[in-house]
T-cell receptor, first 113, second 110 residues
């Protein structure tokens, strides 16, 4: 069964450092998403991406965040200068055109020290 | 009003019990509705989509009431493996972003 893959599974970084979280969506999917889940809280939408541009972003997705699809397979989330409060699980998801089901990757646990 | 609201639980039930979860959503223009399941520190996994006519998948039955903006999930004959957090999720229109409830924790006891 095709799946969304995310790397790394756990990223530890120092406050103020830049991190890049990587995702490989399902191959024929065209819509891509990032969500985050702070420990003990609900899953929150960050950004949606279609046709090589951001289609929607939430208030959380400020200037410190950016997304990129550098090639035909990868979809990345960059946090320029991490804060303690960026510590969370970050989930990538993708969706095809023939259905409206979003499939989630296993997530990257980001720990900012 | 929260966009998607759920009773956080926990629901502690014995094996074999029937348990029902409820959810309300605030955006009357929402078009698609889902129940996802999330195990501890794992990704959300689709349990089932929810249709206006109601739909059933084995021991699981989902209902949608658009007039009341209310979604439900019924689990019959609970198994230990059903223990998880159940997320009520609404697709918020044009970009298909998902709005999640806080989840309802189910613990099925032997």
């Amino acid at each position: 069964e095709p799946e969304v893959t995310q790397t790394p599974s756990h990223q530890v970084t120092q406050m103020g450092q830049e991190v890049i979280l990587r995702c490989v969506p399902i191959s024929n999917h065209l819509y891509f998403y990032w969500y985050r889940q702070i420990l003990g809280q609900k899953v929150e939408f960050l950004v949606s991406f279609y046709n090589n541009e951001i289609s929607e972003k939430s208030e959380i997705f400020d200037d410190q965040f950016s997304v990129e699809r550098p090639d035909g397979s990868n979809f990345t989330l960059k946090i320029r200068s991490t804060k303690l409060e960026d510590s969370a699980m970050y989930f990538c998801a993708s969706i095809g055109t023939a259905e409206n089901i979003q499939y989630f990757g296993a997530g990257t646990r980001l720990s900012v020290l | 009003r929260k966009e998607v609201e759920q009773d956080p639980g926990p629901f502690n039930v014995p094996e074999g019990a029937t348990v029902a979860f409820n959810c309300t959503y605030s955006n009357s223009a929402s078009q698609s509705f889902f129940w996802y399941r999330q195990d501890c520190r794992k990704e959300p996994k689709l349990l089932m989509s929810v249709y206006s006519s109601g739909n059933e998948d084995g021991r699981f039955t989902a209902q949608l009431n658009r007039a009341s903006q209310y979604i439900s999930l019924l689990i019959r004959d609970s198994k230990l493996s059903d223990s998880a957090t159940y997320l009520c999720v609404v697709n918020d229109g044009a970009t298909n972003k998902l709005i999640f409830g806080t989840g309802t924790l189910l613990a099925v006891q032997p």
